[in-house]
């Protein structure tokens, strides 16, 4: 999922557009050599020594990985997916609500 991640950053760069990741790995210095080999540019959180289990998912719900949550530009929740539901769906949901966001601060 990197690769697209990284690109959808690059290709969004100056958009009303954050990436936000949680790692579930339980060990944090081999998430640090991830971030750094992977080139993660974007805010990742750690969700502690119980991976899966970890505080971040226990709040959000999440019971399977990857879950990805895309939230529009007020923090609703709009899409979700249990797995990847595929690069191309993806990048039709945020890029509909970033022209969404785009179309709502013109206006204002």
């Known amino acids: 999922?990197?690769?697209?991640?990284?690109?959808?950053?690059?290709?969004?760069?100056?958009?009303?557009?954050?990436?936000i990741g949680v790692n579930s790995d339980k060990d944090r210095e081999k998430i640090k050599k991830d971030i750094?080999?992977?080139?993660?540019?974007?805010?990742?959180?750690?969700?502690?020594?119980?991976?899966?289990?970890?505080?971040?998912?226990?709040?959000?719900?999440v019971r399977g990985w990857p879950t990805m949550y895309v939230l529009d530009a007020q923090g609703r929740i709009r899409y979700k997916s249990v797995g990847s539901p595929g690069n191309e769906t993806l990048d039709k949901w945020i890029e509909g609500l970033v022209e969404e966001a785009e179309k709502g601060a013109a206006g204002n």
């Open 1 to 19: 999922m990197y690769p697209h991640e990284r690109s959808l950053v690059q290709r969004l760069a100056g958009k009303p557009f954050v990436l």
């Open 36 to 61: 750094a080999s992977e080139n993660i540019t974007w805010r990742s959180f750690w969700n502690g020594e119980k991976g899966t289990q970890g505080p971040i998912s226990a709040e959000w719900g």
